[in-house]
Nanobody, 126 residues
């Protein structure tokens, strides 16, 4: 599967952005999806995950209550709605896919993801 993330940009602190990740292929609904981010000089870190059916979601503590992950399997797309953005949310954001059985299985470890999209830059300014 090929992934293409979009929706990044420059936003003021407190603002919102919605990232999208479009997937190619007809098997999107068999993949658990995740969003990760990497800031300059830091390791890639988990942000949010969603199961292949969308029934289960999980968030990093740093974004819980501010970010929402969702998916539309009919459109082969996963979204990340980011509200109340902070300076520390500045990073390149990546979407990733992991082929999993089970409608509620979540994948949160970068090494467990099978496919990665090119990142989209999110910059939060003061």
């Amino acid at each position: 599967v090929q992934l293409q993330a979009s929706g990044g940009g420059l936003v003021q602190a407190g603002g919102s952005l919605r990232l999208s990740c479009a997937a190619s292929g007809r098997t999107f609904s068999t993949y658990a999806m995740g969003w990760f981010r990497q800031a300059p000089g830091k390791e890639r870190e988990f942000v949010a995950a969603i199961s292949r059916s969308g029934a289960s979601t999980h968030y990093a503590d740093s974004v819980k209550g501010r970010f929402t992950i969702s998916r539309d399997n009919a459109k082969n797309t996963v979204y990340l709605q980011m509200n109340s953005l902070r300076l520390e949310d500045t990073a390149v954001y990546y979407c990733a896919a992991s082929h999993r059985d089970g409608d509620t299985v979540l994948v949160t470890a970068p090494y467990a993801m099978d496919y990665w999209g090119k990142g989209t830059q999110v910059t939060v300014s003061s």
